[in-house]
């Protein structure tokens, strides 16, 4: 088993990275009070939503020049998420630089890319993918920040902060943000960066995994995504996605709020890649649908589910409690009978559910929440949803391993 001290002896004859104590003399006395004047005169541009993917309603989920992390299990869908942000930028005619920590060969991101609509040129002119294996020094990220790109991804973070000679905690995490994410954001990029969460059971964990300090200190959102069916090819997948952290609170306001303090339901992951045009979309919420982010208690869950059984029906109502929880199950739902009876006990009591009688048949009718309709998310979206021509030519292996850009254009038949 390869050990810590195993890694650090392996780069022992490379030199640590540059002193931040130096690094930061440049900027000057950090200590002295903040000019309050510009920002008293609204003379500060208040961050917008305007980087990344949209949407099928047109809302846009990552701050201009800040910094952003997505979250998730393996396979949840966070690196296309991170694609699909990076293939609206492009398209848009911006510059693009995408970091892989993971992953030294770009074919599977050009693979994704194509998929999503984006041509060979695009990724040639304005596609900087880098695959570093050694830590990063000053000067080093320079190629990178002066082709003014809108947004950098940084995928795979946990491995970059092992990369740069730190463990996944506090101090390592620090370290790393300080040397590889503030480069950036300094010069007004938004970042992306892909991370993971703790194994746990519980799905309602924010923090990513490593410290929790991860989330405390970012200035832009933290989303993260819960798989519900998984991807592949040939497959449609799907994930439930939420924001768990926004710092100038703008986002927050575009999602629903969830039974879990702090978590806000943004939408659903959709890629589809059953049909002849591959579909890869985030569908906006509707009015009524099942919001299921936690753990914890299953009661709380079986609500949501026996609410939203009841409202399926055409006239929003069953015979009983018996054919409700018999309705729940022939679904798919696996539901103790206790818990059942308890959570329509609840959405009784909530007012969500009332008894109806008519002769000697007493119906359990759902009451909508108010102003909801039935109407599909989306509609009359002016933001296309992405189709791609379904290329899948195999790409060339690429011996890109710098932390300079990796040559997508030759991977894509064109020059660098």
């Known amino acids: 088993m390869v050990t810590y001290d195993d890694f650090l002896a392996e780069w022992a004859d490379v030199p640590p990275p540059d002193d931040p104590h130096e690094t930061h003399q440049a900027d000057g006395n950090t200590w002295e009070p903040v000019d309050l004047g510009p920002y008293l005169r609204g003379e500060v541009e208040v961050p917008d939503l305007s980087v990344g993917v949209y949407r ?68 040639t002119e304005r596609l900087h993918f880098v695959a570093p294996t050694q830590p990063v020094r000053i000067g080093w990220l320079d190629p990178l920040l002066s082709v003014r790109p809108s947004l950098a991804v940084l995928d795979g973070i946990n491995e970059g902060i092992l990369l740069q000679g730190y463990k996944v905690d506090l101090e390592g995490w620090s370290m790393f943000r300080r040397h590889v994410v503030l480069p950036f954001n300094r010069a007004g990029i938004a970042t992306l960066g892909c991370d993971h969460v703790p194994i746990t059971n519980d799905e309602s964990r924010r923090d990513a995994y490593g410290t929790v300090h991860k989330g405390n200190i970012l200035n832009g959102a933290r989303l993260m995504l819960v798989n519900k069916e998984p991807f592949g090819r040939g497959l449609r997948g799907r994930s439930q996605l939420y924001v768990t952290k926004d710092r100038p609170g703008r986002l927050r306001t575009h999602g629903t709020p969830t039974k879990t303090p702090g978590v806000t339901f943004m939408g659903t992951l959709v890629v589809d890649d059953t049909g002849p045009d591959f ?70 009591e909530d007012g969500r559910l009332r008894e109806v009688r008519e002769g000697r048949t007493t119906y359990l009718e759902a009451v909508p929440a108010p102003g909801t309709t039935a109407a599909s998310p989306g509609t009359g979206s002016p933001v296309p949803t992405f189709k791609g021509t379904g290329n899948r030519e195999p790409v060339p292996e690429s011996d890109g391993n710098r932390w300079e850009p990796a040559g997508t254009g030759q991977a894509n038949g064109g020059d660098k």
């Open 279 to 348: 579909i890869a979309k985030v569908y906006a919420p509707k009015p009524d649908e099942v919001v299921l982010p936690a753990g914890g208690d299953p009661v709380t869950e079986l609500m949501e589910i026996l609410h939203a059984v009841v409202l399926a029906k055409s006239d929003s109502r069953v015979e009983s409690k018996s054919r409700l929880l018999a309705a729940a199950k022939n679904e798919g739902h696996k539901i103790r009978r206790a818990d059942g009876f308890e959570a329509i006990n609840r959405l009784l």
């Open 56 to 123: 099928s309603d047109g809302v846009q989920f990552l701050y201009g020049g800040r910094e952003h992390y997505i979250l998730g299990g393996t396979e949840a869908g966070k690196t296309w998420v991170a694609d699909m942000c990076v293939a609206a930028e492009l398209n848009r005619g911006n510059h693009v630089a995408y970091v892989h920590f993971e992953e030294a060969d770009p074919g599977s991101t050009v693979e994704r890319l194509r998929l999503l609509g984006v041509t060979d040129a695009m990724m």
